[in-house]
């Protein structure tokens, strides 16, 4: 039974809907298509879903919507084409020539594991498809080749490595030892190396005294933890994420690990109310955490109060870093349309978008992102520490002492590879 | 010294739990010879509603208690429903087929129950740990451990008592005892081999699930953690011995060992501790170190 | 069918296949030759299952001859495609030879475990030598060149479909000739009574050995044309949910002839791909029932059906 009502409400609804996008919308240029589609890539299967694919994908969801009322770009609606990340690279691949070739995108954005973010931008550059990396963490990118059409719209996970080790000596300066427990994958190893090193060359007298390589979703650490508990390492640093952090902070709390060192991990990789109180904890950028200046920027506000009506939020506003990641690389995106637009005065070529985008500065949920390193095709982020805090008032835990690194403190300067920069002692690095 | 006890301490609460989670597939092995490749997923199931009972009404206070029961019964509910489901719907019709369309049927069923707790419980992780953290902690030779896997290496002791009497002691161990024997004989002797084939495979799905409920508390539950476990387990039983339910307890044995000694004296092997163990196992002696070597027929 | 017939059929199909860059769009063409490559793999699979050995560990092979590429190009600045495959298939042909010594002496659930347990210590290994293989995060492979031809671009996907196209003739046809020699008969008789074997005199050691370098070296290669035509590898081709990929892909196609792999695995790549457009949260599920219809109500696999229309066409 149809219920002609509820038809004709919804019928209203959409043309007056309609009507006003319309009515937002500028013309369009010359040469612009019907729509501007882009391939939106997130895990949404497997362990990566909970923490990173699922609210990535959301938050990119609802910003499209956003940039569509508002006129969509250059007055062309954007179609998002979502995609799931998982299976091995010869699938993500295929995938990617799907998008580009089958289903005729003008853009790609997404892929979260450093190992799509290594496979996918040779092709990318054979299709001459514009492709943003929207929450890998692989300094390897940019470093070791060039990519004409392919941009990274957040920082690479040198500064949560870095950051962790100015925030742990900030917080705690008598640091004589430390330990590693990281899963044994490609970034796990990065995280530590970057850790370790960074912290050694800033305290020359520190000393490693363990590096533990669980598998990757073990679940269980009991031996590891045990172990930690026998060595008393000053400071634990771990890149755990997902269920892996959850059950490793449970159990560390659970064993009074927390109370004999100090605990530091490099990534939100798990929503805050479910770690334990007395980490800390790094956003992998300023998301998250609550600064002066981030609460200041309205389109932070507005993600945020669109995230709770759609989603739902905790009391702390805690939304998963990758949200804030992809946003990012729709900014971007947008922001190098617009400039390529303008400079065209029509319809721009890929390589005109990309040409825009190159050293692009923009304003995003996450303040200003500049492309400022990998030759105008990496951006550079500010890092932000905190402890996690039971907040009582809140009634769920919250970010505590928190700190952020500038972007020119934690990132290596544009054309140094990042371990050498740490190896030769951070030059050029301005920090507060 | 101290190093020794600590490795043999927490060689013996991950060798608790190793057995627990492969007692099952041992078991349904045992005796209707068929590897449940969906084991994984009876596990996740029993975690994931174990989880969820303990969260809603044993989430804290005076109610914890309630929650060691709560796991019991989520284990209970999952493999008496899953359990005579798979067994009498599909596989058996199956018996009389080649073992790897039997692995297959199996193997789809894993593929299906996979998105079924995906479906259900949704992809954010779940963890129900206040059955592990109400148990405390004790200080053994200056170091903090969690009561709560030593509760598990007495639920391990107990399952395995169990099984041991139930088979060795009891009427009901001598029918399985002959069914596994000779099917054909039981047959004729009047045995409704059906039945036992059912009841079996249910106390093996029961076995799987109690395994995850118990484990619920101790990790996060994510997509996917029933793959990581059965392969976890096909290595502990293929040590053992598959079929024998004292071949696991020794295989879980040598695996938890195994691996506390690597994480203590060479981290970087964590990864392989267990494969190599089961190679190693394998290359000398095929029939695992309990197993039965098979009549090759003529 | 007349024979005259059928002996045109396979030259024509070839040419046909041949010509299809012509007609088809880049993806549809890449999908095409990522599923020949993996068809190879799963050849050897099927050879295998044949002799009732189920493998779940056939993804070592895979990964080594992926790996062999790889590190070719990186290490030796092996630059021809031709030379990679050789490398593969030998990488593939000698791992087996040398593993084959210890699993061709075990059978059933045995057999599949233990080249289980092998293929994750490859993972392990290519995983822990991070600073070779990049671990995890895997190895891009450079544009190759093809007999000396310097490819790029549209132009290597063309090579690669075209050279994928006939490996997978030359070696199914050769698949073929080895299934009806001696040995691949004496496999079959293992199916049903390996003590008869004995006693006719055949070693039934040496068959299922000579048959697992064979299924080891076809992984090598379809390693290799992956390695080549993705442009990146990571070690999880050698991972288990890969070595279950080529058993499920098996089953589908059906184990009754040689190309039956081919039209399996270019079924399923259609299959995932779409899957995952439609319902990207439950496609593991669309493939569990798939998979439960054919044990059923299929058992002979996708290519039973071509079998009974034949027989139909025929009569």
Not at chain 1, 405 to 425: T, Y
Not at chain 3, 133 to 140: A, H, R, S, V
Request: proline share 4%; hydrophobic share 50%; with cysteine.
């Amino acid at each position: 039974m149809v219920r002609y009502p509820n038809v004709i409400a919804s019928l209203i609804a959409v043309f007056g809907f309609c009507g006003l996008a319309a009515a937002a919308r500028a013309a369009p240029v010359a040469g612009a298509p019907a729509e501007l589609k882009i391939g939106v890539v997130a895990f949404l299967s497997g362990p990566a879903s909970g923490p990173f694919g699922i609210p990535s994908r959301n938050a990119a969801q609802l910003w499209i919507d956003k940039i569509n009322s508002e006129g969509g770009i250059g007055g062309v609606k954007v179609v998002p084409v979502f995609t799931d990340e998982a299976g091995p690279a010869d699938k993500v691949v295929t995938e990617f020539r799907r998008l580009a070739l089958d289903e005729k995108v003008s853009a790609v954005m997404g892929y979260i594991s450093s190992a799509n973010c290594l496979a996918v931008p040779p092709v990318a550059d054979e299709l001459k498809v514009l492709t943003v990396l929207s929450d890998c963490g692989t300094d390897r990118v940019f470093e070791e080749g060039k990519h004409p059409y392919v941009f990274r719209t957040h920082a690479h996970t040198v500064i949560d490595g870095v950051g962790a080790a100015r925030y742990v000596l900030s917080v705690n300066p008598k640091v004589k030892t430390i330990a590693g427990i990281n899963q044994d994958y490609a970034w796990g190893r990065d995280s530590w190396e970057v850790f370790q090193r960074s912290i050694r060359k800033l305290k020359p007298d520190v000393q490693v005294v363990d590096a533990l390589w669980p598998k990757i979703f073990a679940g269980e650490y009991s031996t590891e933890i045990s172990k930690l508990l026998v060595n008393k390492p000053d400071v634990v640093f771990t890149s755990f994420w997902g269920g892996d952090l959850v059950t490793f902070s449970g159990q560390a709390k659970a064993r009074g690990l927390l109370e004999e060192t100090t605990v530091v991990v490099n990534n939100t990789g798990a929503d805050i109310k479910d770690l334990a109180p007395g980490m800390l904890i790094g956003s992998r950028g300023p998301h998250g955490i609550v600064s002066p200046d981030m609460e200041k920027n309205p389109l932070r506000k507005q993600f945020i109060d669109l995230y709770r009506q759609k989603h739902g939020l905790a009391a702390n506003n805690y939304i998963a870093h990758g949200a804030y990641h992809y946003l990012q690389a729709l900014q971007g995106l947008r922001t190098a349309y617009e400039k390529a637009i303008k400079a065209a005065g029509r319809w721009p070529t890929p390589e005109q978008v990309a040409a825009a985008f190159k050293r692009l500065e923009f304003d995003t949920p996450s303040g200003r992102i500049a492309m400022a390193i990998g030759d105008g095709h990496q951006a550079v982020e500010p890092a932000g520490y905190a402890v996690i805090k039971f907040d009582p008032g809140l009634g769920v835990n919250t970010f505590a002492d928190i700190r952020m690194f500038s972007a020119r403190c934690v990132n290596p300067p544009d054309g140094v590879k990042s371990l050498d920069w740490i190896d030769r002692g951070f030059p050029g690095a301005q920090c507060p | 010294m101290r190093l020794l006890t600590v490795i043999a301490l927490d060689g013996l609460a991950y060798a608790s739990w190793l057995f627990l989670v492969s007692a099952g597939l041992t078991f349904t092995y045992g005796v209707l010879r068929v590897l449940n490749l969906a084991h994984g997923n009876l596990y996740a199931l029993g975690a994931y509603l174990g989880a969820t009972l303990v969260l809603r009404y044993a989430a804290g206070g005076s109610t914890v208690a309630l929650g060691y029961g709560l796991l019991l019964l989520g284990a209970v509910v999952i493999g008496i429903v899953a359990g005579p489901l798979i067994e009498r719907l599909f596989l058996r019709r199956v018996y009389d087929k080649d073992e790897e369309v039997q692995l297959l049927l199996t193997f789809s069923i894993s593929l299906i129950l996979e998105d079924v707790v995906k479906l259900t419980w949704g992809v954010s992780p779940i963890f129900a740990d206040a059955p592990y953290t109400a148990l405390g902690r004790v200080s053994l030779g200056g170091i903090n451990y969690a009561w709560y896997p030593f509760l598990l290496t007495a639920i391990a002791l107990a399952v395995g008592a169990l099984l041991w009497l139930v088979v060795t002691r009891t009427r009901l161990g001598k029918v399985l005892q002959a069914v596994i024997t000779d099917r054909e004989v039981s047959l004729t002797l009047g045995i409704n081999v059906p039945r036992v084939y059912t009841w079996a495979f249910t106390v093996g799905a029961v076995l799987a699930a109690l395994g995850g409920a118990y484990t619920a508390p101790m990790f996060s539950l994510v997509p996917g953690v029933g793959a990581e476990v059965l392969v976890t387990s096909f290595a502990v039983i293929a040590i053992g011995g598959l079929g024998s339910i004292g071949g696991a307890a020794l295989g879980a044995l040598i695996v938890g060992m195994a691996r506390s000694a690597a994480v203590y004296l060479f981290p970087e092997l964590d990864l392989f501790a267990i494969y190599f163990m089961m190679a190693l196992v394998l290359l000398f002696r095929p029939q695992g170190l309990f197993g039965e070597i098979e009549m090759r027929r003529i | 069918m007349s024979p005259r017939i059928r002996a045109a059929a396979v030259p024509g199909t070839l040419v046909l296949l041949a010509a299809l860059p012509f007609v088809l769009s880049g993806w549809v063409l890449f999908l095409l030759t990522v599923a020949g490559a993996k068809a190879l793999a799963v050849l050897g699979v099927v050879l295998l299952l044949r002799g009732k050995l189920l493998t779940f560990g056939h993804a070592l092979y895979y990964a080594a001859g992926a790996y062999a590429a790889g590190m070719a190009v990186k290490y030796l600045n092996v630059r021809e495609a031709l030379v990679l495959l050789a490398l593969a298939l030998l990488a593939g042909a000698l791992l087996s030879a040398l593993l084959g010594l210890l699993v061709a002496r075990y059978r059933a659930v045995y057999f599949a475990l233990l080249n289980l347990a092998f293929s994750m210590v490859l993972y392990g290994i290519l995983l822990k030598f991070y600073s070779v293989t990049g671990g995890t995060d895997g190895l891009g492979i450079a544009e190759p060149t093809l007999a000396g031809w310097r490819l790029g671009g549209e132009s290597l996907r063309l090579a690669m479909y075209e050279l994928t196209l006939i490996l997978v003739a030359l070696l199914v046809y050769l698949a073929h000739r080895f299934a009806v020699s001696p040995v691949g008969y004496a496999l079959r008789a293992i199916r049903d009574n390996e003590v008869r074997i004995e006693y006719v005199g055949a070693s039934v050691w040496h068959t299922v050995y000579v048959s697992y370098v064979i299924a080891g070296a076809l992984a090598g290669v379809a390693g290799a044309l992956i390695g080549i035509s993705v442009g990146h590898i990571t070690p999880d081709l050698a991972f288990w949910s890969q070595s279950g990929e080529f058993v499920f892909v098996a089953i589908l196609g059906g184990t009754g002839s040689v190309l039956a792999p081919v039209v399996g695995s270019i079924l399923f790549e259609f299959v995932r791909n779409y899957a995952f457009e439609l319902s990207p949260y439950t496609w593991q599920m669309t493939l569990g029932v798939v998979l439960l219809l054919i044990i059923f109500f299929l058992p002979g696999g996708v290519w039973s059906l071509t079998h009974l229309a034949l027989r139909r066409s025929t009569r």
